[in-house]
T-cell receptor, first 117, second 111 residues
Framework: KAGVTQTPRYLIKTRGQQVTLSCSPI?????VSWYQQTPGQGLQFLFE?????QRNKGNFPGRFSGRQFSNSRSEMNVSTLELGDSALYLC?????WGQGTGTDTQYFGPGTRLTVL | GIQVEQSPPDLILQEGANSTLRCNFS?????LQWFHQNPWGQLINLFY???GTKQNGRLSATTVATERYSLLYISSSQTTDSGVYFC?????????????FGGGTRVLVKP
């Protein structure tokens, strides 16, 4: 099976712009989660989508949003970019059948490295 | 929310040495995973281990859920083991899948 794919791999934007990142999960997986990694804050959970519905959300401002399509592919959008949004954005997929019981192993994509100038 | 602490933060090893990385968590968990982050940033799954012991080649892991800690053992280390190792947990109090990560242990294996 192909792994989790993320596009683009690298992105440079300027403050105030918006950006959309894409994640394609492993075939058959229905849960997609997004994480932000920065040197200062480490790895932090953004949100999770399961069957096109947001099932869980982290503590990020409303500028961060996402959605999931019927084929389980997910997009993440950041509006009005700030310098502090520069980070590695990681997407993880899991079967989702565990329904949050902890029985799902999560598999990560290679990430999108976003630089905001 | 649940807190996850990893120790040591940094580890320098000579090739061939053994090491133990520790992960402490503040509450009960229903999922615990260990990852290795490669130099390009990708998180590679090492173990899914909410309890018990597992082994995969030179790596093994043990989670003692009742005492809220997990250990990752690296034996006969190789330079390719260098990188950052993360422990991540899921709390049964959180809806859906939500991993909380520790701060990581940065490992450097010298030839």
């Amino acid at each position: 099976k192909a792994g989790v794919t993320q596009t683009p791999r690298y992105l440079i934007k300027t403050r105030g712009q918006q950006v959309t990142l894409s994640c394609s999960p492993i075939s058959g997986h229905r849960s997609v989660s997004w994480y932000q990694q920065t040197p200062g804050q480490g790895l932090q959970f953004l949100f999770e989508y399961f069957s096109e519905t947001q099932r869980n959300k982290g503590n990020f401002p409303g500028r961060f949003s996402g959605r999931q399509f019927s084929n389980s592919r997910s997009e993440m959008n950041v509006s009005t970019l700030e310098l502090g949004d520069s980070a590695l954005y990681l997407c993880a997929s899991s079967p989702g059948w565990g329904q949050g019981t902890g029985t799902d192993t999560q598999y990560f994509g290679p990430g999108t490295r976003l630089t905001v100038l | 929310g649940i807190q996850v602490e990893q120790s040591p933060p940094d580890l320098i090893l000579q090739e061939g040495a053994n090491s133990t990385l520790r992960c402490n968590f503040s509450d009960s968990v229903n999922n615990l995973q260990w990852f290795h982050q490669n130099p390009w940033g990708q998180l590679i799954n090492l173990f899914y281990i909410p309890s018990g012991t597992k082994q995969n080649g030179r790596l093994s892991a043990t989670t003692v859920a009742t005492e809220r800690y997990s250990l990752l053992y690296i034996s006969s280390s190789q330079t390719t083991d260098s990188g950052v190792y993360f422990c991540a947990v899921e709390s049964p109090k959180a809806a859906g899948n939500k991993l909380t990560f520790g701060g990581g242990t940065r490992v450097l294996v010298k030839p």
